[in-house]
């Protein structure tokens, strides 16, 4: 969840609710730091291997634990979100990806995090020698007509636009 401030993290001076920029914030009568809630950013990849099948990892963390999804997750401080995707898939199943181009942006409002912006990417690697990490308990490729049920709507709804696949 987004943090709660009661005190302005740069002065130490308790925080004011106010009507600011058309929304109610935590707002510093002392310096004028303003309490804005941002998304989380992740960058998302529907990676493909050279016979066009699908990526897809069995989740070993929250949320989701034991589903299966796309690979991908936050983009860190002062990274490009393209970058993040290649790191993330690097860093999930050990294979070099790239990127084609981007597939969307989408919000969506988990419980476990507030709200988060994700940028889904299409990829390809050549590699097929998948070594999960502590995050993913088991991960392969899939003939798209023949995968497991994907845990998240955003993550499907990002395979059928690279797939050309009408609403699941």
Same mark, same amino acid.
């Given at each position: 969840m987004t943090p709660v401030?009661?005190?302005?993290?740069l002065c130490q001076t308790a925080l004011k609710h106010q009507h600011f920029e058309g929304k109610r914030r935590a707002v510093c009568p002392s310096c004028q730091w303003v309490h804005y809630i941002n998304p989380l950013p992740v960058a998302v990849g529907v990676v493909r291997n050279e016979d066009n099948e699908l990526l897809l990892i069995r989740r070993g963390i929250p949320p989701s634990v034991g &589903?299966? &999804?796309?690979p991908g997750g936050f983009v860190e401080a002062n990274e490009h979100p393209e970058k993040a995707a290649v790191r993330e898939i +690097?860093?999930?199943v050990g294979l070099r990806a790239s990127v084609k181009g981007l597939i969307g942006v989408f919000m969506r409002r988990p419980q476990m995090y507030g709200s988060i912006v994700v940028m889904g990417y299409e990829m390809v690697v050549k590699k097929r020698k998948i070594t999960c990490s502590h995050e993913v308990l088991e991960a392969g490729f899939f003939p798209v007509d023949n995968t497991p049920r994907i845990a +998240? =709507?955003?993550?499907?709804?990002m $395979?059928?636009? $690279?797939y050309?696949? =009408?609403?699941?």
């Open positions: 401030y009661n005190y302005c993290p &589903a299966w &999804a796309l +690097f860093e999930e +998240f =709507k955003i993550h499907r709804d $395979v059928n636009s $690279v050309n696949i =009408k609403g699941t």
